[in-house]
């Protein structure tokens, strides 16, 4: 029993007490806690002793879920969570996971259909048998079922989080396996794709079979797929698959190429060898029988007359074109980041104290952060009004005048409500340094009416940044229906920044789309959404996205180094052109400019 397997089983309960129409507040206790153990950084049993007193501690954690844990770690199990399968049967939690169908559904499916698994609900859906339910239309219907293979089709990748949390210690392990000279994750993984369907090990050594013999015996392999000096597979008892490749040491960076990917990548790179009259592979590059290069990656590269294209940018999106030209990307770096734009505290749905959350920043040496809780339409995050940004924000100033080393801006998550308004009144949204804006609720709406909903929200003058701008939940749930064009450009229009979400479950925007928006001219924030001081390391993930989506350090603001920062932060927005509030396309320039210089503070 490991912390994840904790964290699965304090899921699945508050899963099965959402089905149960139980408390929220139980439901969000349970959440909670599954999210403090996935990101704690030591193993839980070390950390219990015999009573728990440690646990009980932990953020979120109290005595009764520090004796739940106990239990879990001593048996493997919950009896709580036997006793809810035994009222309604634990195969309705994958019913969950598909698109339009949520706890309630769930349950009146059970309940009205005797509808237990997700097969049973495909079957019901096809044959129209949903129709006899109350609430339920042909389109709802046929919602379900796209909603049905849409997860099929990604409930057999891994986020990026996850795979690296199986991955990275297999890759120590093997590590130790005689004549390895060099071993690094391949494929997707490397790419840092947000989803991964199976992991890639390559190692350069000499003689392949003591490695293989190590690999098939890693104590969390499930089954052996294959065997072999060169080539080996196996699924870990969590489903994933590893692939594991041995090379000699001349062949690693062709192989490495090759077992990098993009396949597209890969086959544009070869097609550029033929014109040369070369033959690139997984051994090396070769004129004829003649031997040209394959060490390195660089000298991959180098042979088609290119410079290096970091493994974030193979996807044949143009960046072969790029490396041609001298114009590949300079991307931004983690080490770039000079602050975290938006994280809750204890005030609302945060686990941790502000004092905790500032702390915790000073000591990753930023030189600014906001704190963003959320706004009272949320009640379930336990979303605050006017008065409580205003008891924050004293409680900020507070801070300022013991001089923390830091700017610590006032900022929150601002609701925007379903008809495009801020869930937050004027002389409120007034006392913050930051507005930011994300839709939390509503999102079966048209993609017309959700850009529009959105749109008005970015009219708004004080909004600064929006943020989650696809609300998907990688594995969860889709993203809403939006325009993500007309978005960009109202973005880079108004200089409203995007927000890059760094949480692996949501990487929101994703690469194509922050690809998108900055061809469009939009700029960019990076952060973590942090519910607790843990998820302050999560900054990585977003920067390797952003990286996906071919940005620079000059396209992320949060880089830039607090006196520039606040200058942008204190400088009027931009009054939306009539170009973006109609969606025309732009207008002219001179047009643009003029309007740009008008101040809307304040009005
Ligand atoms: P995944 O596992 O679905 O997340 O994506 P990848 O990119 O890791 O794909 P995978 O594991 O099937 O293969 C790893 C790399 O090997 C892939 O990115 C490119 C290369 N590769 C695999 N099959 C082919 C192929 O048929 N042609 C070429 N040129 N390369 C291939
Ligand atoms: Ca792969
Ligand atoms: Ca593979
Ligand atoms: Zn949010």
């Given at each position: ?31 909670n806690?599954?999210r403090?153990?996935?990101v ?19 953020p ?277 980041i000079r602050g975290d734009l938006q994280m809750h505290t204890d005030a609302t749905d945060g686990a941790d104290s502000l004092e905790e959350m500032v702390r915790a920043c000073r000591d990753r040496?930023y030189?600014y952060m906001a704190i963003t809780d959320h ?6 995050a336990g979303?605050m009004?006017?008065?409580?940004f205003?008891?924050q924000?004293?409680a900020i100033?507070?801070l300022?005048?013991?001089?923390p080393?830091l700017a610590v801006f006032k900022s929150a998550e601002v ?17 913050l340094d930051i507005?930011m804006?994300a ?26 940044i929006?943020a989650h ?30 927000e890059i979400d760094a949480q692996?479950?949501r ?18 924030v990076i952060d973590t959404d942090a519910h607790r001081v843990a998820d302050l390391d999560i900054m990585?993930?977003g ?15 949060n ?45």
């Amino acid at each position: 029993m490991d912390n994840a397997d904790v964290a699965r089983i304090f899921d699945e309960i508050a899963d099965l007490l959402e089905i149960l129409d139980e408390n929220p507040f139980r439901v969000r206790a349970y959440r909670n806690a599954a999210r403090t153990v996935r990101v704690l950084g030591e193993p839980l049993a070390s950390l219990a002793g015999e009573d728990g007193a440690a646990l009980a501690k932990l953020p979120g954690i109290g005595k009764d879920l520090a004796g739940k844990i106990l239990e879990i770690l001593k048996t493997g199990d919950l009896e709580l969570r036997r006793e809810l399968t035994k009222k309604i049967p634990a195969t309705l939690l994958e019913m969950m996971r598909v698109q339009g169908v949520g706890p309630k559904r769930a349950r009146q499916f059970y309940q009205e259909l005797g509808i237990r698994t997700l097969q049973e609900l495909e079957d019901a859906a096809r044959s129209g048998r949903l129709l006899k339910l109350r609430g339920m239309g042909p389109t709802l219907q046929s919602r379900i079922l796209q909603g049905i293979s849409a997860h099929r089709a990604r409930a057999s990748r891994y986020r990026l989080d996850e795979a690296e949390r199986q991955v990275l210690p297999f890759v120590d392990y093997l590590r130790k396996a005689p004549g390895i000279e060099i071993i690094e994750v391949a494929g997707s993984f490397r790419r840092r794709c947000d989803t991964v369907g199976d992991a890639d090990i390559l190692v350069a050594a000499a003689n392949g079979r003591p490695i293989a013999d190590r690999f098939v015996a890693y104590p969390e392999v499930g089954r052996v797929l294959a065997q072999g000096t060169t080539r080996s597979s196996v699924l870990l008892q969590s489903g994933l698959q590893v692939d594991l490749r041995v090379v000699p040491r001349v062949s690693y960076g062709a192989a490495l190429h090759y077992f990098t990917g993009s396949k597209a990548h890969n086959i544009a790179v070869r097609a550029m060898g033929v014109k040369r009259g070369l033959k690139i592979n997984e051994y090396g590059v070769y004129k004829g029988a003649r031997r040209m290069g394959g060490r390195t990656e660089e000298e991959v590269y180098r042979a088609v007359g290119l410079r290096f294209v970091p493994p974030e940018l193979r996807e044949d999106r143009g960046e072969l074109e790029a490396a041609r030209r001298g114009r590949l990307p300079d991307l931004v770096e983690l080490r770039h980041i000079r602050g975290d734009l938006q994280m809750h505290t204890d005030a609302t749905d945060g686990a941790d104290s502000l004092e905790e959350m500032v702390r915790a920043c000073r000591d990753r040496g930023y030189a600014y952060m906001a704190i963003t809780d959320h706004t009272k339409t949320l009640r379930m995050a336990g979303g605050m009004e006017g008065a409580g940004f205003r008891r924050q924000g004293r409680a900020i100033e507070k801070l300022k005048e013991r001089g923390p080393g830091l700017a610590v801006f006032k900022s929150a998550e601002v609701d925007i409500l379903p008809d495009g308004r801020l869930d937050l009144d004027e002389q409120a949204l007034g006392t913050l340094d930051i507005v930011m804006v994300a839709v939390h609720s509503k999102f079966d709406m048209t993609e017309e009416a959700m850009t529009e909903r959105v749109l008005r929200a970015l009219r708004h003058p004080n909004v600064r940044i929006f943020a989650h701008p696809t609300g998907r939940l990688l594995g969860r749930r889709d993203p809403y229906p939006i325009d993500m064009a007309r978005i960009a450009r109202a973005a880079a229009d108004t200089g409203v920044l995007l927000e890059i979400d760094a949480q692996p479950e949501r990487l929101d925007l994703d690469d194509v789309h922050t690809k998108m928006a900055k061809e469009a001219g939009a700029r960019f924030v990076i952060d973590t959404d942090a519910h607790r001081v843990a998820d302050l390391d999560i900054m990585r993930f977003g920067v390797d996205q952003a990286r996906r989506g071919w940005l620079t350090a000059d396209d992320v603001a949060n880089t830039l180094d607090l006196a520039a920062f606040r200058r942008l932060i204190e400088t009027p927005r931009r009054l939306p052109s009539a170009a973006s509030i109609k969606g025309r396309p732009r207008a002219p320039r001179k047009r643009r400019l003029k309007r740009r210089g008008r101040t809307t503070r304040g009005s």
